[in-house]
């Protein structure tokens, strides 16, 4: 017996059930892609993309990276963008973190000296330059709420002034971003702040 044998059990019990549930879904499925979503959210195991919107496989495209980042220099990030944009046609880019990030609390602490937190330091420019509004917040658990909702609006702005978004602005896509709370299982869409936010290009970056 394997060490994962329970995992493989575990897929066919799942595919089994699609397929009873779902006749010629796996056929089907093969044969074409044509989701009308894309999903930019965080790596954290507990957000599981497709699980938290009820969709099934090939509904929606998805990109995850620690603490959901849209970075300019992020070649694969914006492959994805590209490839779901121009070559899937997908209608919608949605941007989802969540709270109890682990990535940005780890933003609001001092430097470890690890490869991690050279991948952070986006979002610590980002808390830097919101800082007086996150140290109004009342315990150091709603500061990092506040950074959650802050990260998901400045890398919705990201998204929105990427060239390849901004080329297929014109056909309808939208942006949105949301952000998913693990103590409920609910999503709250922060779309309506975006525009209070911009997008932290280095010439604002704060130093240190």
Not at 6 to 18: F, I, M, P, Q
Not at 22 to 38: A, C, D, I, M, T
Not at 134 to 154: F, G, K, M, Y
């Amino acid at each position: 017996m394997g060490e994962l044998d329970h995992l493989l059990a575990s897929n066919r019990e799942w595919a089994g059930r699609v397929e009873r549930e779902h006749p010629g879904f796996f056929r089907n499925l093969s044969s074409q892609q044509r989701p009308k979503y894309l999903w930019i959210g965080c790596s954290d195991s507990r957000v599981p993309a497709n699980e938290i919107i009820g969709l099934l496989p090939g509904e929606v495209f998805v990109h995850r990276n620690v603490a959901n980042l849209v970075v300019h220099s992020d070649l694969n990030c914006l492959s994805v963008m590209d490839f779901a944009l121009n070559e899937l046609g997908v209608e919608h880019v949605i941007v989802c973190g969540h709270y109890g990030c682990g990535g940005v609390s780890a933003a609001l602490a001092p430097s470890e000296g690890r490869v991690m937190d050279h991948w952070i330091r986006h979002v610590r420019d980002i808390a830097k330059f919101y800082r007086d509004e996150i140290e109004r917040e009342p315990s150091v658990q709603a500061q990092a709420r506040r950074l959650c909702e802050l990260n998901v609006a400045v890398q919705v702005v990201h998204v929105r002034e990427s060239p390849v978004v901004q080329a297929a602005a014109a056909r309808g896509v939208k942006v949105h971003g949301w952000i998913y709370d693990l103590a409920d299982g609910l999503l709250r869409d922060l779309t309506p702040t975006v525009d209070g936010v911009r997008a932290l290009e280095p010439s604002c970056r704060l130093p240190g």
